[in-house]
């Protein structure tokens, strides 16, 4: 069983206030402008981030534009915002609520980790002169508690494999706790491709695609010699989603050592290059990419002590409709109830309009309301 976020919270979160969003394998946020979609994928990767050992600078490069507008200050003139989720796996129900003070300095206040119902992490900032919190976990043994200082730029629960020492029941349950929450959220892969950066041919490298895609024409050169049942199911998305006749999906080695990627047209034809492309295609081509391909592709961070069968990558992509026409969407969406149904990949994304994907077995479709 892989662990996997089954839902999101928003306790206080830039336009939401109480929020419970939840979340499956293929799960798209609906709703118009400034119903919070956006900011609900945000959160998610803020917190892929925090698992995977950023700061919270890193994680939140905006902090005062997290706290909602209604959120007053305290007496300290204190302002900050709260989120968590729920990652469920081999050790049960595992909740993970983090409370963050962005006014007058950004800094976690309060972590709590629960398995179950059981509290099995807590963190709390004691002293404000401290740039850590306090931290307490379950230990059993002599001393029931463990206390520790952590600091107050770090999630917590990621760095409990370097103070528990695993001896006890109540440890290995606090690791089991820790551990699957890390292996859910840290191998999340945010994309948005940037079509104005996709034209250009690119110089051939390690082949991971970025988040932008603008390296799409290097990646398509790797995936179309290592998994040729991948690339004839891309060219097929191709020969769904853009216009013509599509026969493949190619890459051209230039002279002075580019690659650039190319739609064959058929023999009659000469191949098109997909600089000269729409953006809608260009986005459709890029999308269908990311969901054809893996972990060893896609630029994520994975963690590495832990078999791949056992984790699952999930692809957070705002703006999944941005540019493209309904039956472009709807053929993305097939593509992913496809590929999810395997296992190994997950989908949460955010679209203007899902009257395409609500007839989709296999979609779960959150609508948010302004």
Same mark, same amino acid.
């Given at each position: 069983?892989?662990?996997?976020?089954?839902?999101?919270?928003?306790?206080?979160?830039?336009?939401?206030?109480?929020?419970?969003?939840?979340?499956?394998?293929?799960?798209?946020?609906?709703?118009?402008?400034?119903?919070?979609?956006?900011?609900?994928?945000?959160?998610?990767?803020?917190?892929?981030?925090?698992?995977?050992?950023?700061?919270?600078?890193?994680?939140?490069?905006?902090?005062?534009?997290?706290?909602?507008?209604?959120?007053?200050?305290?007496?300290?003139?204190?302002?900050?915002?709260?989120?968590?989720?729920?990652?469920?796996?081999?050790?049960?129900?595992?909740?993970?609520?983090?409370?963050?003070?962005?006014?007058?300095?950004?800094?976690?206040?309060?972590?709590?980790?629960?398995?179950?119902?059981? =509290? #099995?992490?807590?963190? /709390? !900032?004691? @002293?404000? $002169?401290?740039? +850590?919190?306090?931290?307490?976990? %379950?230990?059993? &043994?002599?001393? =029931? #508690?463990?206390?520790? /200082? !952590?600091? @107050?730029? $770090?999630?917590? +629960?990621?760095?409990?494999?370097? %103070?528990?020492? &695993?001896?006890?029941?109540?440890?290995?349950?606090? !690791?089991?706790?820790?551990?699957?929450?890390?292996?859910?959220?840290?191998?999340?892969?945010?994309?948005?491709?940037?079509?104005?950066?996709?034209?250009?041919?690119?110089?051939?490298?390690?082949?991971?695609?970025?988040?932008?895609?603008?390296?799409?024409?290097?990646?398509?050169?790797?995936?179309?010699?290592?998994?040729?049942?991948?690339?004839?199911?891309?060219?097929?998305?191709?020969?769904?989603?853009?216009?013509?006749?599509?026969?493949?999906?190619?890459?051209?080695?230039?002279?002075?050592?580019?690659?650039?990627?190319?739609?064959?047209?058929?023999?009659?034809?000469?191949?098109?290059?997909?600089?000269?492309?729409?953006?809608?295609?260009?986005?459709?081509?890029?999308?269908?990419?990311?969901?054809?391909?893996?972990?060893?592709?896609?630029?994520?961070?994975?963690?590495?002590?832990?078999?791949?069968?056992?984790?699952?990558?999930?692809?957070?992509?705002?703006?999944?409709?941005?540019?493209?026409?309904?039956?472009?969407?709807?053929?993305?969406?097939?593509?992913?109830?496809?590929?999810?149904?395997?296992?190994?990949?997950?989908?949460?994304?955010?679209?203007?309009?899902?009257?395409?994907?609500?007839?989709?077995?296999?979609?779960?479709?959150?609508?948010?309301?302004?």
């Amino acid at each position: 069983m892989r662990p996997a976020v089954t839902e999101l919270r928003l306790s206080a979160f830039k336009s939401h206030r109480g929020a419970v969003l939840p979340i499956g394998p293929l799960t798209l946020f609906a709703g118009v402008s400034g119903s919070g979609k956006s900011s609900a994928l945000q959160a998610y990767e803020a917190l892929a981030r925090l698992a995977a050992g950023q700061g919270l600078e890193r994680a939140f490069p905006d902090p005062d534009g997290c706290v909602p507008e209604w959120a007053r200050p305290d007496r300290q003139g204190r302002r900050g915002f709260r989120i968590g989720c729920t990652v469920r796996g081999p050790a049960g129900e595992v909740r993970l609520d983090l409370a963050v003070q962005a006014e007058p300095d950004l800094r976690i206040v309060g972590e709590r980790l629960t398995c179950d119902g059981d =509290v #099995v992490l807590a963190t /709390a !900032l004691r @002293d404000p $002169r401290r740039r +850590t919190v306090e931290a307490a976990w %379950h230990t059993s &043994g002599t001393a =029931v #508690v463990t206390r520790a /200082a !952590l600091p @107050d730029d $770090r999630l917590g +629960t990621p760095l409990l494999p370097l %103070h528990v020492a &695993g001896r006890t029941a109540a440890q290995l349950r606090v !690791l089991a706790a820790a551990e699957q929450v890390v292996m859910a959220l840290r191998s999340a892969f945010a994309c948005d491709p940037r079509p104005e950066r996709m034209r250009a041919p690119v110089p051939a490298g390690s082949g991971r695609l970025r988040r932008g895609c603008d390296n799409l024409a290097e990646v398509l050169h790797r995936t179309r010699s290592e998994c040729t049942r991948r690339h004839a199911r891309l060219t097929a998305a191709a020969r769904a989603g853009c216009a013509g006749e599509v026969a493949d999906v190619r890459v051209e080695r230039t002279p002075d050592g580019v690659v650039r990627a190319l739609l064959g047209r058929g023999a009659a034809a000469a191949p098109t290059p997909v600089g000269r492309l729409g953006e809608g295609e260009l986005r459709y081509l890029a999308l269908a990419l990311v969901l054809l391909t893996g972990p060893g592709v896609l630029a994520v961070d994975q963690v590495a002590e832990v078999p791949e069968a056992y984790q699952s990558l999930t692809v957070v992509a705002d703006g999944l409709d941005r540019c493209l026409h309904p039956e472009q969407t709807r053929e993305l969406v097939l593509l992913a109830v496809e590929m999810c149904a395997r296992g190994h990949i997950r989908l949460v994304g955010a679209v203007s309009d899902a009257a395409c994907a609500r007839s989709i077995p296999g979609v779960s479709v959150v609508d948010l309301v302004r």
